[in-house]
Nanobody, 125 residues
Framework: VQLQASGGGLVQAGGSLRLSCAASLRTFSAYSMGWFRQAPGKEREFVAAIAPTWTGDRLYYSDSVKGRFTISRDDVKNTVYLQMNSLKPEDTAVYYC?????????????????WGQGTLVTVSS
């Protein structure tokens, strides 16, 4: 399984970015997809997740990004997106996408079997 994240970059506070993660999964629609991030010197933390399509695309967000970030998926393109608006300097991190064959406790790293390489998001003040 390959997960290729892209879309990171440098943006000013208040700006927006959209991250993409293309997955080489034969049955992409059956997987939960998540986004995590890791800031320098900190542990990797949950950002957002979307459950498989057959569950009704249930969405989950961390409190720190709720209302600003939106996760979505395109099962035709085998891609998951993270639309990030109203970015803050504290959103600066390497963002990782991950795939899981489970659809519960999606905020936990241990639920995910496959991880992408990460894309760097830097928000300047």
């Amino acid at each position: 399984v390959q997960l290729q994240a892209s879309g990171g970059g440098l943006v000013q506070a208040g700006g927006s970015l959209r991250l993409s993660c293309a997955a080489s999964l034969r049955t992409f629609s059956a997987y939960s997809m998540g986004w995590f991030r890791q800031a320098p010197g900190k542990e990797r933390e949950f950002v957002a997740a979307i459950a498989p399509t057959w569950t009704g695309d249930r969405l989950y967000y961390s409190d720190s990004v709720k209302g600003r970030f939106t996760i979505s998926r395109d099962d035709v393109k085998n891609t998951v997106y993270l639309q990030m608006n109203s970015l803050k300097p504290e959103d600066t991190a390497v963002y990782y996408c991950a795939a899981s064959n489970k659809n519960w406790d999606l905020h936990r790293k241990r639920q995910y079997d496959d991880w992408g390489q990460g894309t760097l998001v830097t928000v300047s003040s």
